[in-house]
T-cell receptor, first 110, second 114 residues
Framework: GDSVTQTEGPVTLSEGTSLTVNCSYE??????LFWYVQYPGEGPQLLFK?????EKGSNRGFEATYNKEATSFHLQKASVQESDSAVYYC?????????FGTGTSLLVDP | EAAVTQSPRNKVTVTGGNVTLSCRQT?????MYWYRQDTGHGLRLIHY???????QIGDVPDGYKATRTTQEDFFLLLELASPSQTSLYFC?????????????FGPGTRLTVL
């Protein structure tokens, strides 16, 4: 079946520093890839979709490029803010099912 | 804005107890999902449905039943709850178009089995 592997957390950063969360996947289908974010006390919500191979998805300063050859789509942000503190999930869609990674908890110190 | 509600928000039961978690979505989405969230495992799919009366098996279905009574309502049933089912449960809905199907999640139900 499908699988997704991402950076283990927690990750602690100072405000203004850069973020990279690694994510790789395995699937036998052509994947549709997503990043979701979960703030404390809430359900996950879509951050953005990464549409096609070698294309970039982005939202709220976060971005990820789907590297088909490396089967990866790492999440990046140039300058994190305290409000970015959350858990980030990469996810792979196969059929109508989402397979999530284990999540990466990010804490940004002001 | 998609709206998915869950009840109860917190539930405590004992081993062997009978629990029903409820989910309602008001956006006419045809797909609904039940996940459990555990540290070190992320979100794992228990069951899902693509319409009233339909049920599909997810990745971790053991010990769980589900029922979709209407397009809006999806229930998760634990008939003999065990401590291993202590978890945070999320319901989600989506309306797939092609290969793109954003899932909208509810606020979660925290279940504790003593």
């Amino acid at each position: 079946g499908d699988s997704v592997t991402q950076t283990e957390g927690p990750v602690t950063l100072s405000e203004g520093t850069s973020l990279t969360v690694n994510c790789s996947y395995e699937t036998k289908q052509y994947p549709t890839l997503f990043w979701y974010v979960q703030y404390p006390g809430e359900g996950p919500q879509l951050l953005f979709k990464v549409p096609k191979a070698n294309e970039k998805g982005s939202n709220r300063g976060f971005e990820a490029t789907y590297n088909k050859e490396a089967t990866s789509f790492h999440l990046q942000k140039a300058s994190v803010q305290e409000s970015d503190s959350a858990v980030y999930y990469c996810a792979l869609m196969g059929g109508y099912k989402l397979t999530f990674g284990t999540g990466t908890s990010l804490l940004v110190d002001p | 804005e998609a709206a998915v509600t869950q009840s109860p928000r917190n539930k405590v039961t004992v081993t062997g107890g009978n629990v029903t978690l409820s989910c309602r979505q008001t956006n006419s989405h045809n797909y609904m999902y039940w996940y459990r969230q555990d540290t070190g495992h992320g979100l794992r799919l228990i069951h899902y449905s693509y319409g009233a009366g339909n049920l599909q098996i997810g990745d971790v279905p053991d010990g769980y039943k589900a029922t979709r009574t209407t397009q809006e309502d999806f229930f998760l049933l634990l008939e003999l709850a065990s401590p291993s089912q202590t978890s945070l449960y999320f319901c989600a809905s989506s309306a797939p178009t092609g290969n793109y199907a954003e899932q909208f999640f509810g606020p979660g139900t925290r279940l504790t089995v003593l």
